[in-house]
């Protein structure tokens, strides 16, 4: 136990008075309005005692007698200070992941939002293609029809006019050197019939083109054609983002035989 002289007498209990002889820091003491001295955060409620008339800052009373504080091993201290900064700092990661930055939408001269700009680039050719084909395959399973099966044949085709209609700039089903779209399918080696062409010029992406293909009378009816087997998706993008789909449907050459038995 700690003994802190030297010894003096209150005037005004007559209680022997031990002065700490160290500064405040070094006892940790703290008062509150209820005039209860604690050892500060170290000790504990437990080491509280109550001051008499003369018991003021480090001044302890003879019969109340306790160690000054003694400051914390470095490994505790470290661990007691990371207890209360990992918490602090998830919560503050947390806080700003789930921020949202509010971008104001850029507005053109008609005063209408400009597109955003809707990006393929070569490693995401595959999944631009089998998105597309999902799409198409469950707008006809929502009519009860068979999915369709990819072509590499019908795909050449529909890339080949894709970039022809971004050189003409001008979506329609007629190549540049007046090629139809079954001399178009011939010519890519597809060896089944061609059933129908499905084009788009637009900044949208291929499930936004899909659904909008749906909507129209004309490109529905190819699409929800029940003699389709097989689809090639193609697709060029201008430098400035806009896309050029052109998705060609065929039926394979086996059905084709068994139907003219």
Known sequence: MFVPTPKTKCRISGEIILHCGTQLADCALTSDFAGVVKFATLFGPKHAIRPTPCLVHAELCLNRRVEPAKALPVPVLKVFIMRLLVPFLLLVLGLSA???????????????????????????????RQRMQDGINTMRAQNGLPPLTSSLELASAGATHAQDMSFQQRPWHWGSDGSSP???????????????????ETFETEIETVNAWMIEPETRQVIL?????????????????????????????????????
């Open 182 to 200: 079954i001399l178009r399918t011939q010519r890519a080696g597809y060896q089944g019939a061609f059933i129908g062409e499905l084009i788009s």
């Open 98 to 128: 789930c921020t949202t930055m509010n971008t104001p939408m850029r507005m053109g001269p008609d005063g209408k939002p400009v597109p955003v700009v809707y990006r393929i680039g070569p490693n995401d050719a595959p999944r631009v």
């Open 225 to 261: 054609d029940p003699r389709a087997t097989d689809l090639g998706v193609g697709w060029h993008q201008d430098e400035n983002g806009k896309l050029w789909w052109a998705v060609v449907l065929g039926e394979a050459p086996r059905n084709i035989a068994m139907a003219g038995r």
